[in-house]
């Protein structure tokens, strides 16, 4: 073994200048194929800014959207049922997830499918997916909405809260994708949008839980895009959103600084960019769109200056324990 390690390296050592050069060359090609495409999807990212491309239609399109009872859920249903898609709507809570349905049907949408379901239990999201499979078909839109945000010093966190947390607001994706993914690899068509937050890309105090279980759902979807893309062919789409504070009634304590360049979203504009950023194919986002651009730049300052822009927009959550 040893004998053939040093013939191994005797050979290196004769290497001509011609194998070298062989041996390096396409790395040099592959260095100039990047720069390539590198400036080709930047131009194309510059050329999208003038001229967007048109939303894809969802009227074919079987639409399940988790946490749907109330907020952002709600609207989002109610808005992709406006645009002729079929809808399947999931909440733990029964009672508002009916009052999304009779909605829907009052809007003159077609009839949607609801199912009551605690996204957090693994079990209970296989048994629900299975029975929607069984009932109407292959879900070809799933949008991972349900969430939680206790707001409160982490200490003041019980180990509980920490779990619950994680389960509803990172784990159900896990169990949703297990059940949906397959499919729609299976038929190359699909979309898999995830709510994150603003508290997905900053830290935010009173958040410490919340805020590290949208940076995770973040990880998740980004990490799942480029394994989907090891198929050249790959149709599957995820998006990733980040809204800044809605007013639903989650935050229950927010403080805003630029109250008017910078309050609190109305839940019917948000879905609506959430839904365009699904039909235009965009990979992640903030709302407002500036933000993710802002967090971008924060982060090539050094931590101390980073920190002064964060306060210097002061907005954020007091903790829902006091008074
Ligand atoms: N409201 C905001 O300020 C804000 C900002 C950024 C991101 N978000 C995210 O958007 C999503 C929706 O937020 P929202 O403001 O509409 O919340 P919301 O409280 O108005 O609605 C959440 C819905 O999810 C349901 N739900 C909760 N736990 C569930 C479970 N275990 N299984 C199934 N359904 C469950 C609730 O019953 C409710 O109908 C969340 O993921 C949230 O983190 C919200």
């Known amino acids: 073994m040893e004998c053939k390690n040093k013939q191994n390296k005797s050979l290196g050592r004769t290497k001509t200048v011609g194998q070298q050069i062989l041996e390096i060359l396409p790395i040099i090609l592959d260095f100039f194929l990047l720069i390539i495409q590198v400036n080709y999807h930047i131009m194309e990212a510059i050329y999208r800014i003038f001229k967007p491309l048109d939303p894809s239609p969802v009227n074919n399109e079987l639409v399940l959207v988790t946490g749907a009872g109330h907020g952002i859920g709600r609207e989002l249903a109610l808005q992709y049922a406006s645009e002729g898609a079929t809808l399947v709507l999931w909440d733990i809570n029964e009672e508002g997830n009916q009052s999304t349905a009779q909605a829907i ?19 209970s999201v296989l048994n629900v997916a299975r029975k929607v499979k069984e009932d109407i078909g292959d879900i070809s839109i799933l949008i991972n909405n349900a969430g939680i945000m206790p707001a409160h010093p982490l200490e003041e966190h019980t180990e509980e809260e920490i779990k619950k947390i994680m389960s509803i607001n990172v784990l159900a994706h896990f ?26 890309i900053a830290g935010l105090p009173n958040l410490v839980p919340y805020c590290a279980s949208k940076f995770a759902v973040r990880g998740l979807m980004e990490s799942l895009m480029d394994e989907l893309n090891w198929n050249p062919y790959n149709n599957v789409k995820l998006t990733s959103v980040c809204p800044y504070m809605v007013d639903t009634g ?54 101390k200056a980073a920190s002064k822009v964060k306060a210097f927009f002061e907005s954020g959550v007091h903790s829902d324990k006091g008074t």
């Open 250 to 303: 989650l935050c229950k304590k927010p403080f805003v600084r630029f109250e008017n360049a910078l309050n609190l979203l109305e839940p019917k504009y948000v879905a609506a960019q959430i839904m365009h950023a699904q039909r235009t194919g965009i990979l992640e986002c903030t709302i407002p769109r500036f933000l993710l651009t802002v967090n971008y730049v924060t982060r090539l300052l050094p931590t």
């Open 105 to 123: 049907l009052k809007n003159g949408g077609a009839k949607p499918y609801t199912y009551t379901c605690d996204v957090s239990d693994r079990q």
């Open 175 to 200: 169990w949703t994708i297990e059940a949906f993914l397959p499919a729609m690899k299976k038929n190359n068509h699909g979309h898999i949008v995830a709510l994150s937050s603003v508290a997905g």
